[in-house]
C-alpha cells in the first residue's frame, strides 16, 4: 500500500505562501497552488504548518492571515523592500525577484557565496549590487554596471527606491517561486 504524494517544499514556500495569502487573500486553496507553484499536497501541508502557528484563519471565501501572521510577515526581510522586476542582462532567468536591505556590505567581496545559495536552491542565478555615492556598484567591483549594462541599471534606479550603502539581492530563475527562493537563498547568505 502506497503512501501516496508527499510534501515537496522549502521552509522559505511557508513564508512565500504567507505572503502569498497576505497581498492576494483570501485566497482559495485551488488558486493559492497555482500561485505558489507547488502541489496540492504542499500546499495543504503548509496550510496546515500555517493555522497550527495561528498565521491564517481559513473562511469560507478562503484563507487569509491573521494579526499574528501579519506581524510575522513584518518580522521577516524578504518581503518589505522587495518586488518581482525586470532585470534584463543583470540576471539569467526569466524571472528576477530583487531584495533591498541595509546590511552591512563591507564583508561582501565578490557575491560568489550568494549565487552558489541561489543556485543551490534551483534559482538561476543571484546578482549583488551596493549603491555607494549615487551609483550602483557590483562587488568585486571590476565591471561597471553602468557601461556593461545602461539601459538594465536605468530601470533598476527608476524602480528600487535606494539609500546609501544599500544591498540589491536580486534572485533570477526559470519561475516566479524560483526566483523569489533564489533571492531569499541569496540574501541569507549575505
Known amino acids: 500500500m502506497g503512501a501516496g504524494p508527499q510534501p515537496n517544499y522549502h521552509e522559505y514556500d511557508v513564508c512565500r505562501t504567507l505572503w502569498i495569502i497576505d497581498t492576494q487573500g483570501p485566497i ?18 503548509i496550510l496546515k504548518k500555517l493555522m ?4 491564517i484563519e481559513s ?4 484563507q487569509s492571515v491573521t494579526e499574528a501572521g501579519k506581524a510575522y510577515l513584518l518580522s521577516l526581510p524578504y518581503f518589505s523592500q522587495a518586488r518581482f522586476l525586470e532585470a534584463g ?7 528576477d525577484y530583487a531584495i533591498v536591505t541595509n546590511s552591512d556590505a563591507s564583508c561582501l567581496t565578490n557575491a560568489i557565496a550568494q549565487r552558489d545559495e541561489a543556485i543551490k536552491i534551483g534559482g538561476d542565478g543571484a546578482t549583488i549590487l551596493i549603491f555607494r555615492k549615487g551609483r550602483l556598484v557590483m562587488p568585486p567591483e571590476f565591471l561597471d554596471p553602468y557601461e556593461a549594462y545602461p539601459d538594465d541599471i536605468t530601470r533598476l534606479l527608476d524602480t528600487l527606491t535606494l539609500s546609501e550603502g544599500d544591498i540589491v539581492v536580486i534572485g533570477s530563475g526559470p519561475s516566479k517561486r524560483f526566483a523569489q527562493l ?6 541569507d547568505a549575505l
Open 28 to 45: 482559495g486553496r485551488h488558486l493559492l497552488r497555482k500561485e505558489v507553484e507547488l502541489t496540492e499536497c504542499s500546499v495543504r501541508t
Open 182 to 187: 533564489a533571492a531569499m537563498a541569496a540574501f
Open 89 to 95: 542582462e543583470l540576471s539569467l532567468g526569466a524571472y
Open 52 to 55: 497550527s502557528l495561528a498565521y
Open 59 to 62: 473562511r469560507p471565501q478562503g
